[in-house]
């Protein structure tokens, strides 16, 4: 019994070794988040968060200083992920007609093309990027509703380019010939509805976790000395106990 039992050290020494050494699994959770700026003369601003786990995504937006009416209607305020594009808010110069605005149609080479609807019910697809019953209302309000996120958008969060914007200009803030024009995606409703009113880039977010900062999978030189060093002292431990497991067996040898 003795025997087989040294006989089986020097294996579980190894064994340890070769766990020490396994690589570390990736993690399948991220947060982004956004600062939701004023755009096209607006007054709305706020703040967006996409926390990820898996597949699933828990999206949150807030915003305040939005047009509270639409022709003495509550104003539903389309919002949208978008990818694709350059990652980035589209500028005033992107006014392509002067018209005095930046529509959702100039602003695609800059912001990307709808990714993701953020209704309040229902299909959140492209398809959905111009409802007129599914959007938040009121001129400040607070959303979160969980999705499915498709490979493709998780992508452009984690590469730093996605972007959210929020529509629903003041239809008497804007221009004459902005003023009488239709949305593009939905002729039935004025061009104010797709005009965006709010904008911002996703950046990765520090998640919480107790007892110390979050993991990001990146090590500095300094961690990564001080983690070299740990490895060879755990390392250097076992082979000595592999080497002292040897020794025995070899005695134990020679006394049967």
């Known amino acids: 019994m003795k025997k087989s039992a040294l006989l089986a050290l020097p294996t579980l020494t ?10 570390a699994t990736a993690a399948d959770s991220w947060s982004f988040q ?9 007054t709305a601003a706020g703040t967006a968060v996409v926390d990820v786990t898996g597949d699933q995504a828990t999206i949150t937006v807030n915003v305040a200083g939005a047009p509270a009416l639409l ?23 992107a006014d392509a007609n002067a018209d005095g605005v930046v529509d959702s149609m100039e602003g ?15 299909d959140v697809s492209p398809a959905s990027g111009a409802v007129a019953d599914r959007y938040p209302t009121g001129d400040a309000y607070n959303y979160q509703r969980t999705v499915t996120l498709d490979p493709a958008t998780l992508q452009a969060l984690q590469s730093g380019n996605a972007v959210i914007n929020v529509h629903g200009a003041d239809p008497a803030a ?33 998640m919480a976790m107790p007892g110390g900062p979050a993991d990001t999978g990146v090590t500095t030189p300094a961690e990564e000395s001080d983690l070299n060093a740990a490895a060879g ?3 250097l431990g076992l082979l000595a106990a592999g080497a002292a497991a040897l020794g025995l067996r070899r005695r134990a040898t020679q006394r049967s």
Do not use: E, R, W
């Open 174 to 206: 804007l221009s004459p010939a902005a003023a009488s024009a239709v949305n593009p995606m939905n002729p039935a409703l004025p061009l104010a509805t797709d005009v965006p009113i709010a904008c911002g880039q996703f950046v990765p977010s520090q």
């Open 108 to 122: 695609k080479p800059f912001a990307g093309g709808i990714a993701v609807s953020l209704t309040t019910a229902g």
């Open 14 to 23: 190894l064994g340890a070794l070769a766990l020490a050494a396994g690589p």
């Open 34 to 42: 956004a600062q939701l700026a004023p755009v096209n003369n607006s």
């Open 71 to 93: 022709q003495g209607m509550p104003y539903g305020h389309a919002q949208h992920i978008h990818i694709g594009g350059q990652g980035v808010c589209a500028p005033p110069t």
């Open 233 to 235: 002292v755990g390392v």
